[in-house]
T-cell receptor, first 114, second 111 residues
Framework: SQTIHQWPATLVQPVGSPLSLECTVEGTSNPNLYWYRQAAGRGLQLLFYSVGIGQISSEVPQNLSASRPQDRQFILSSKKLLLSDSGFYLC?????????????FGPGTRLTVT | GEDVEQSLFLSVREGDSSVINCTYTDSSSTYLYWYKQEPGAGLQLLTY?????DMKQDQRLTVLLNKKDKHLSLRIADTQTGDSAIYFC???????????FGSGTRLLVRP
């Protein structure tokens, strides 16, 4: 069966520091991968998605970036964090051949920028 | 989630049925989903429905879709305390990978 991992689970970082969040998927090949952010008390907002290695689409202009160095690894980065980057970051995957049957989410990373 | 709207809160008694409602605005929505989020956790896909269907049942869950009114509902039969969570409605449109979420409905199940 497929599993999705995210780390770290929680992170407290000062304003202006860099960020690297990692997501890996097991049990499937060539998945579509997604990064979402959930602000407190709000729904989710898609930040980036990837349909293959090195292929990244950005949905929201911001100081974040994403990379996919391996087939089942998706990384969310920032060079300098802002206070507004605080939130709950969720990685998700969907099957490459059936992307519309639902996206499957990881446990999330709670980021607090101080 | 400006295109998908949900009521913020629902409280029911254990054993009763819960009905969580959602409205969406884009008629090109082709797939609609219900997700469950427990405190501090990721989202769990509960069920989905294609836009050419009007009902889907899966054990205690029943999804109803009214395309004319752009209204989606999730009914949970025999609601249990373990069903307490936030429930998100989401839509995806033709040729898109982007899930558009509502703000979520917090369901509280009272013993």
């Amino acid at each position: 069966s497929q599993t999705i991992h995210q780390w770290p689970a929680t992170l407290v970082q000062p304003v202006g520091s860099p960020l690297s969040l990692e997501c890996t998927v097991e049990g499937t090949s060539n998945p579509n991968l997604y990064w979402y952010r959930q602000a407190a008390g709000r729904g989710l907002q898609l930040l980036f998605y990837s349909v293959g290695i090195g292929q990244i689409s950005s949905e929201v202009p911001q100081n974040l970036s994403a990379s996919r160095p391996q087939d089942r690894q998706f990384i969310l980065s920032s060079k300098k964090l802002l206070l507004s980057d605080s939130g709950f970051y969720l990685c998700a995957w969907s099957p490459q051949d059936k992307p519309l049957l639902g996206q499957y989410f990881g446990p999330g990373t709670r980021l607090t920028v101080t | 989630g400006e295109d998908v709207e949900q009521s913020l809160f629902l409280s029911v008694r254990e054993g009763d049925s819960s009905v969580i409602n959602c409205t969406y605005t884009d008629s090109s929505s082709t797939y609609l989903y219900w997700y469950k989020q427990e405190p501090g956790a990721g989202l769990q896909l509960l069920t989905y429905i294609f836009s050419n269907m009007d009902m889907k049942q899966d054990q205690r869950l029943t999804v109803l879709l009214n395309k004319k009114d752009k209204h989606l509902s999730l009914r949970i039969a025999d609601t249990q305390t373990g069903d307490s969570a936030i429930y998100f409605c989401a839509e995806i449109r033709d040729s898109s990978y982007k899930l558009i979420f509502g703000s979520g409905t917090r369901l509280l199940v009272r013993p």
